[in-house]
């Protein structure tokens, strides 16, 4: 079956039909739609489908910022797995209220936000879409709140967001992106609440977490927490071997919640995976002393200029945090010497004009020559896609040019 707006319906009909498709019903933002027209004769109890844990439960798309998108099995114990884990960790209690704001299309609000609701047995509040305001009015009526840094930059800037409108509330989750030290720390000062930043992905769902529980340590601004009770996390060198702590790795994770393989792609799961079972994220971190998992950034962004590796995220947090700086995204472009070649795209605040070459003076003081972007350019914002990540292959393609052939 495949559901579609009405006015999509003519186009994704023929698709659907042509790959055997047998019903396409049409749902409207009003509830007008063939979908509720069909359900409304059928009975409003059903027997429950009887599942085995290695079953497939669903297919998730990758975002595809890096690459072509793949299909993601994940089966009902990849979801009940990460789900029981969140409802201990997270401390859902009695009581709980969820407002729910996030896309349905990502692990994010299809599994990690609804389920956590749903096995609580908790009232939700479903928005349609994000609106700051709306989420403002409702926060007296709740007590858990989920969403990818943006919402929360967008909640910040709504005059109503104040420490009255949360004081009902019990928990603010962030992830799908990094979240900036400053939404972090300007989050605390005006609600009195910290966020709780996370890691997954939509391979694995949930991996990692900050404490909710004062008693298991503090919510660390910058780093995604430990690993959840039952997921190994660890940190590789390109050559396989573990890496000390502190040092910057790959990240491999194992668990009950690590789906079973890209669909109709076996080749591409068979790489994916160490030969002792453990996934390949293709993100770069480090562990410290304690047990916190800190993200640099994905493999994939990873800059080799002159043969050294050069790591966005520390570039990108210098120039974050200078004057008139909003944010920031590096890349490395083709360089006829180098290899790559290091370049920063710096969006300015609002009624800020920074100076390119004044930010490279700065960065020359604070770090190694050979990460000094060779070119700046401020712009008035960062491509993105819908849960927010920056989309740095469009960058790259952009900048591809930059230094010749």
Not at 260 to 270: A, D, I, L, S
Request: glycine share 12%; net charge positive; aromatic share 8%.
């Amino acid at each position: 079956m495949v559901v579609c707006s009405g006015k999509n319906f003519g186009w994704v009909s023929k698709i659907a039909f042509k790959a055997g498709t047998r019903h396409v019903f049409t749902l409207n933002e009003d509830r007008s739609g063939t979908l509720l027209e069909r359900a409304a004769w059928h009975a409003d109890r059903h027997e429950p489908a009887v599942k085995h844990a290695d079953d497939l439960a669903a297919i998730l798309y990758t975002s595809g910022t890096t690459g072509r998108s793949k299909g993601a099995m994940l089966t009902h114990g990849n979801l009940l797995s990460n789900a029981r884990v969140l409802k201990s960790y997270w401390g859902w209690t009695e009581g709980d209220v969820l407002i729910h704001a996030l896309p349905i299309f990502h692990v994010h609000g299809l599994f990690v936000a609804s389920h956590g609701a749903l096995l609580n047995g908790s009232k939700m509040i479903w928005l349609a879409k994000f609106d700051p305001a709306a989420v403002v009015r409702r926060l007296p009526e709740a007590t858990v709140f989920m969403g990818v840094p943006t919402l929360y930059v967008r909640l910040l800037a709504e005059p109503g967001f104040t420490r009255e409108a949360c004081r009902r509330m019990r928990l603010f989750v962030a992830g799908s992106a990094p979240l900036l030290i400053e939404t972090f720390n300007e989050f605390r000062e005006r609600t009195g609440h910290t966020i709780l930043e996370r890691y997954g992905m939509s391979e694995t769902v949930m991996l990692t977490s900050n404490p909710y529980d004062p008693k298991d340590g503090e919510r660390r601004g910058g780093t995604v927490g430990f690993p959840l009770p039952g997921v190994g996390v660890r940190v590789s060198d390109d050559k396989g071997q573990p890496c000390a702590s502190g040092e910057i790795g790959g990240i491999e994770v194992k668990g009950p919640n690590v789906f079973h393989g890209y669909w109709r792609m076996p080749e591409k799961t068979k790489e994916e995976f160490t030969a002792d079972g453990w996934f390949k994220t293709g993100d770069v971190g480090k562990i410290d002393e304690r047990g916190y998992v800190t993200i640099v950034g994905r493999s994939k962004d990873l800059i080799i200029t002159g043969g050294y590796n050069v790591y966005p995220a520390e570039i990108e947090g210098y120039l974050n945090e200078m004057e008139g700086v909003a944010e920031s995204a590096v890349i490395g472009a083709p360089h006829p010497d180098f290899g790559e070649g290091v370049v920063a795209v710096v969006v300015a605040r609002p009624g800020a004009k920074p100076d390119a070459a004044a930010l490279i003076a700065a960065l020359k003081s604070r770090i190694a020559n050979f990460k000094v972007p060779k070119h700046l350019f401020v712009v008035d914002d960062l491509p993105r896609n819908t849960m927010g990540k920056v989309q740095k292959n469009l960058l790259r393609d952009k900048h591809k040019g930059l230094f010749g052939a």
